[in-house]
């Protein structure tokens, strides 16, 4: 009997109840819920929904970045019975309100940062809202029992979802539960014919990289996972060597992504294969490998599977074309490419790649209970339940199929004997010349995204004496013979299709959406503005060099550097000092780093980056992007269980009498320690080398041998790897006391010049690993006895890894090293614990540390001065 609502799939997170349905990033933690908690968490919202008055039907607007609270507000939305509204993450204020104010939305969940505007002159207009991040203490005091839903069928609505931005009347797609069930049983009955060999790899991962705001994320994070117990793990940054840790740290299974990403990938692997040596070899095996055997393939690169884990085996692309070159390239390796088509209107999925019978280039077959067929035009035509019902006109729908049933997709394609599907893009960018030939761009920019120069490209159609013709937009990786590029990719071409104009984009990157499409209207508009401004020249005879001058791409800096200083980009220029001109702080520069990594998909040497100065040497570093790989090293040996249990032997036989003939401490405010449960960030004030072991001392037992010390990462490295100036006894002895030092006091890198992302992510690691956290904040040993200025990056800690701080002050330690003793009386040195603090995500870091630093400070005064200062 077929199901009649989405809510019948909950059944799955009873049966898989205690297994880890989702993980996703907060700050440097990784948060992970269980199918159990999110279930129950649901039904929470379901009751919160109800007592805020929220009925059937109404609607409900989600605006964030993916995570488990989203898909919480998901499920208790549809238990309530009422409509989701999923809005783009990356929608503009003024987009999403004016989507709430169409669907009359009665509440919105969204992220801390996404807050719809005050209309004017209706001041409390806006719907009431709930914060992402805060949602499960929101919602904490609800029953967490089984919600009772109202009875659902298959013709109620289960969401809305606005696919553009660009109008001032947004249009969105209405789905009914039938239209997603139309297209998640399938799947589903062709899921149970593999179950029993699934059990042989449970659980399955998938690392989704596509928003939950669209259909088709939706399918790979919210509906596909529960039918396997799989665990679906999120990501907020599309940084290329991130989403390789992750895949090896996480043991992913597949990556769900959009071709984009699968480009700066390939890019990735290339770079780094020439950065050590190796590129030659491997396109000697890669061409070798063209008529292997699958497992042969992945003997041959199991370097390349090393390095993204080997239980890592499927690439899932949707949202975009995959281009086939990249498709072959991962194919090649020994990966699965799997591909999707599909639009909003038809629920997401028209067609879809099996993973065990895959056609090369194939968009796939043709879901079971639709029908498809090409118009006369080829243009791509479905029929079916999957169809949306309409678009969302109030309290009317517009239909969106004619009046046989049928869906126009917009897409041309074209289908083999098999039943294969071929994508061959969009009948509106179709090109068609004054003598009737029909070019599709997506031809055009495949043979110039062959050209190593090209970074990115767009074809699309301009007008030219009344007739029509391409032009490409070229996103250089350098500075090149543009005149070259265009012949050499024309070579590949008919000559129909040459390529006569083209310009160089005026900026980093092409306006996007959010799931890596260029926005071909807003780049079409920006061309045909750009060749009328110019009076491009064209290229129609052989000698004739001519092409469309533009100004030369603005900075990619720009805009971000705006951004964070608040400085004009038009005052910005290459000579420009990022310290004194920009005022470009330590954690401005992570900040910038991380930005331009996640805006461009690729890495930069973090060691570079921070020994840049000026803007110019910025954009230079930027164009030669290289390996971001750290010299410092962050070794997780050290918190195995077995040199964990070492270390405590060793500890209670050596260090702990070591320190107590040293100078036996008094400890006062242990009992601030005693509600504490879980890890820790402790903080203390840096007086001498031994301050670790008084530190250890003053602890109890279950923090002594599962804390984590931040050391000077410089320090460790010179360890770790002894500078080739140093005699050889010394570059043998060295690294015999890295080894040390790690296995008896566990501690990581915590750089001062560069490497402090890796060290403020090595440090969420341990804590997800149960390591509490010891920093000494002021970087450096006190010179007075007196406390130095705090670095801002405890601020970046204490406001991310979302565990207590618990301030710390040592005491009498000072004076017996200026004395130069080596032992004091019992009770001289003192070693005060404060009260655990916390702090709120949206706190500034240095408002964090300036706090933090007073609070230390003032735990070195008399009691009477403490208690006035409070």
Known sequence: MPRQ????????????????????????????WTYRQIAEAAAQFARELEVRGIQRGDRVMIWGENCAEWIIAFWGTLLRGAVVVPMDRIATADFAARVANQVDARLVVCSREFILPEAPGAPGAN??????????????RHDHQHYRSPVISRTDIAEIIFTSGTTADPKGVVLTHGNILANLEPLESEIAKYRRYERLFHPLRFLNLLPLSH????????????????????????????????????????LVAVPRLLESLREKLERDLESAGWLEQFQRDYAAAVQERFWWRIWRFRRIHRQFGWKFWALVSGGARLEPDTEAFWGRLGFAVIQGYGLTETASLISLNHPFRLGQGSIGQSLG??????????????RGESIAAGYWRGRSLEPVTDSEGWFRTGDLGAL??????YFKGRKKNLIVTAAGMKIHPEDLEAALRRQPEVRDCVVVGVARNGEEEPCAALILRERADLP???????????????????????????????????????????????????????????????????????????????????????????????????????????????????????????????????????????????????????????????????????????????????????????????????????????????????????????????????????????????????????????PLGYVLVSALFNVFS??????????????????????????????????????????????????????????????????????????????????RIGMPQQFDPASEPVAIANELQTIIHRMGQPVGEREAGK
């Open 750 to 831: 915590m750089p001062k010049q560069s490497g402090v992302r890796a060290s403020f992510r090595f440090a969420g690691e341990s804590v997800d690993r149960g390591q509490s956290i010891l920093v000494f904040p002021e970087g450096q040993l006190t010179r007075d006895g007196e406390l130095s200025e705090f670095r801002a990056g405890i601020g970046v800690l204490a406001r991310t890894l979302s565990v207590p701080v618990v301030p710390m002050r040592i005491e009498g330690l000072f004076a017996m090293r200026e004395a130069g003793r080596r032992l004091a009386r019992p009770g001289t040195v003192l070693v």
């Open 484 to 734: 070259g590029i265009i012949e050499r990719a024309n070579t590949s071409l008919a000559e129909f299709q040459h390529i006569r104009k083209w310009i160089v984009w005026p900026g980093e990157d092409f306006p996007r959406t959010s799931t890596g499409k260029p926005r071909v209207n807003l780049i079409h508009e920006s061309v045909e503005a750009r060749l009328q401004a110019e009076g491009a020249g064209s290229r129609d005879q052989p000698g004739d060099q001519a092409a469309a001058r533009v100004d030369q791409p603005a900075t990619p800096l720009e805009g971000l550097l705006e951004r964070i200083t608040g400085r004009s980009p038009g005052k910005l220029s290459p000579s420009a000092n990022l310290h004194k001109d920009l005022n470009l702080s330590s954690l401005d520069r992570v900040e910038l780093l991380s930005a331009l990594e996640d805006r461009f998909q690729t890495e930069l040497s973090e060691s570079k980056f921070s020994a840049a100065t000026t803007v110019g040497e910025l954009e230079e570093l930027f164009r030669q992007p290289g390996p971001a790989s750290s010299p410092y090293p962050y070794a997780r040996w050290p918190q195995w269980s077995a040199i964990a249990a070492l270390r405590s032997f060793v500890y209670y036989v050596l260090v702990w009498p070591a320190t107590m003939i040293m100078a036996r401490p008094r400890v006062e405010g242990r009992e601030h320690l005693r509600s504490l449960k879980g890890p820790v960030l402790f903080i203390a004030n840096h007086v001498t080398e031994k301050d670790i072991g008084f530190v250890l001392v003053a602890l109890p037992h279950r923090y002594r041998c599962r804390l984590a010390t931040a050391m000077n990462g410089e320090r460790l490295r010179d360890l770790r790897h002894p500078p080739r100036e140093l005699g050889w006894l010394r570059r043998i002895i060295d």
């Open 416 to 421: 083999d004997d098999k039943g294969n599907l």
């Open 127 to 140: 719907p009431p809202s709930l914060i992402l991040e805060k949602l499960s203490g929101a919602i904490s």
């Open 5 to 32: 609502s989405l809510l019948e799939y909950l059944e799955y997170f009873s049966r898989y109840g205690s297994d880890v349905a989702c993980v996703h990033p907060r700050g440097y933690r990784q948060v992970r």
């Open 215 to 254: 259909v088709f994320g939706q399918f790979m994070g919210l509906f596909v996972p529960p039918l396997l117990g799989s665990t679906v793990i999120f990501l907020d940054t599309l940084n290329p060597s991130e989403v390789i840790r992750t895949l090896k740290r996480e043991r992913v299974s597949a």
């Open 369 to 382: 209970g639709r029908e498809m067929k090409l118009g006369e035009d080829g243009e791509i035509l479905v």
